[in-house]
């Protein structure tokens, strides 16, 4: 049985719209757990009168994105689940998503599988995976890289995959554990645990054919680069919820860079992200 986990704190617009697009799966073979994590907007009341359905696991605040997942995790696996989603709230599936991803699990059923996104107020592609060269730290954008007619299509290889519409069969939980929510608390613990799932020998695939629309302009990234000041800076470089987190960036290089291209990929990083934020 498929478990999907949406960690939510506030923002209980998004939080609905996404379990109403759950609602209009044209598959129910899934159940749904919200974590959340201390929300003081109607979240709670909501998710009890309407959506009965929703499994509600109650954290204190302090969980954010890696411990709220787990936490989520946890239950759903002692509920029976055999296979583990991820999805944020501010995220609306498509009609066939939960379909499309367990079709594809079907054929793989030990490979790790993200979906196609797009810009869910333009209709306009906007990620489709990439793969990483530890070697210059160079991404490459497989919506630029993958041919025209392969775009809507298909199993993609990428090096790591966001959490906003992760599938993980259990075989990978028995064999990695959870998320690394004592080195990674918020960003990057996605990336990090889906490479480390593909070096333990777990294909991982962006999937052309699921479709997802999410809001990148609500981003928590994007949001503080719109105000761009010292006090932003410093929490762009060092806040637990920043995007530029210097801290999380070497944790995620330790454990994922190759050893002869660690020095290079640190000091690079670092680089970026020192001058990243006044120029995106």
Excluded at 7 to 15: H, I
Excluded at 35 to 55: I, K, M, Q
Aim: proline share 5%; with cysteine.
């Amino acid at each position: 049985m498929l478990y999907i986990i949406i960690p939510v704190f506030n923002r209980w617009q998004y939080t609905r719209a996404c379990l109403e697009s759950l609602r209009a799966q044209t598959t129910q073979a899934f159940r749904t757990v919200v974590v959340d994590d201390g929300s003081t907007d109607e979240t709670a009341a909501a998710l009890a009168r309407d959506y009965p359905e929703v499994e509600v696991v109650t954290g204190s605040g302090n969980l954010f994105w890696t411990a709220g997942v787990n936490r989520g995790i946890e239950r759903a696996l002692a509920l029976g689940a055999t296979q583990i989603m991820t999805l944020n709230n501010d995220v609306v599936t498509a009609p066939d998503f939960v379909a499309q991803m367990l079709a594809a699990a079907a054929e793989h059923p030990t490979a790790v599988l993200g979906a196609l996104e797009f810009d869910a107020n333009t209709g306009e592609a906007i990620y489709g995976g990439e793969r990483l060269d530890f070697r210059t730290n160079t991404r490459y954008d497989l919506l630029h890289e993958v041919p025209a007619d392969q775009r809507r299509a298909g199993l993609h290889p990428v090096t790591y995959l966001p959490g906003r519409g992760l599938l993980i069969p259990k075989a990978v939980i028995d064999k990695i554990g959870l998320f690394d929510e004592k080195r990674l608390p918020h960003y990057l613990a996605d990336f990090d645990y889906t490479s480390v799932a593909r070096r333990a020998g777990f294909p991982v695939y962006c999937n052309y054919a699921a479709h997802l629309s999410t809001y990148p302009e609500e981003s928590g990234q994007t949001l503080t680069r719109k105000k761009r000041s010292l006090k932003g800076y410093f929490q762009h470089l060092f806040g637990i919820r920043g995007g530029g987190n210097m801290v999380n960036f070497t944790h995620f290089a330790l454990k994922n860079c190759p050893r002869p291209y660690l020095p290079y990929f640190l000091l690079n990083g670092y680089a970026r992200r020192l001058v990243g934020y006044f120029l995106h």
